[in-house]
């Protein structure tokens, strides 16, 4: 089955400084990767469509200029968090839509990254 | 507005059934998905309905009422490992996952 890969799984950073986040996929093609957010014991909350060779589409209320998403290849979003705060504190999940697939189902998602800023 | 429901919480034996319903108001549909998730991991795929009725994959069955915007998921014979978080999804008519709160199922032995 498809895979898609996150690095780093777990970060640990100070208050102020910016943490980056990578979204791959390793055996198939993505010209949209999704980026979501998600707090304990809450669901899912979408941060971010990614379009490869595109600007990505933000959610309302999520800062374009503090979350820079940057989808450069067909394999690999990146997720920066500038300046981060101890309120970014989250576990991040990208998911990324199977170029080839024809089906409704071909979204699959990244293991997720456990931010943690002190 | 867009709004999914699930219920927050639910309790079953091992070895039982159990239904977790879904109702959905979305603008557009263009399927509903239900995803496992374990505590401090990533969503699952678990199932795709777009059409009405019943598809079943082994223990775990979802259902689809597209006019009673309605959805099941069933699963037979539980495991302790089936104690996880299931997210119902749904895709409106931008292509976009709307998502449910997600239900807490605890199994007991």
């Known amino acids: 089955g498809a895979v898609v890969s996150q690095h780093p799984s777990w970060v640990i950073c100070k208050s102020g400084t910016s943490v980056k986040i990578e979204c791959r996929s390793l055996?198939?093609?993505?010209?949209?990767m999704f980026w979501y957010r998600q707090f304990p014991k809450q669901s899912l909350m979408l941060m971010a469509t990614?379009?490869?060779?595109?600007?990505?589409?933000?959610e309302q209320g999520v800062e374009k200029d503090k979350f820079l998403i940057n989808h450069a290849s067909l394999t690999l979003s990146t997720l920066t968090v500038t300046s981060a705060h101890p309120e970014d504190s989250s576990f991040y999940i990208c998911?990324?839509?199977?170029?080839?697939?024809?089906?409704?189902?071909?979204?699959?998602f990244g293991p997720g990254t456990r931010l943690l800023v002190l | 507005g867009q709004n999914i429901d699930q219920p927050t919480e639910m309790t079953a034996t091992e070895g039982a059934i159990v239904q977790i319903n879904c109702t959905y108001q979305?603008?557009?549909?263009?399927?509903l998905f239900w995803y496992q998730q374990h505590a401090g991991e990533a969503p699952t795929f678990l199932s795709y309905?777009?059409l009405d009725g019943l598809e079943e994959k082994g223990r775990f069955s979802s259902f689809l009422s597209r006019s009673k915007g309605y959805s099941y998921l069933l699963l037979k014979e539980l495991q302790m490992k089936d104690s996880a978080s299931y997210l119902c999804?749904?895709?409106?008519?931008?292509?976009?996952?709307?998502w449910g709160a997600g239900t807490k199922l605890i199994i007991k032995p």
């Open positions: 999804a749904v895709m409106d008519s931008n292509y976009q996952l709307i």
């Open positions: 998911s990324a839509r199977d170029a080839a697939g024809g089906g409704m189902e071909t979204q699959y």
């Open positions: 055996d198939f093609q993505a010209t949209t």
């Open positions: 990614s379009n490869e060779g595109s600007k990505a589409t933000y």
């Open positions: 309905n777009v």
């Open positions: 979305t603008s557009g549909f263009n399927g």
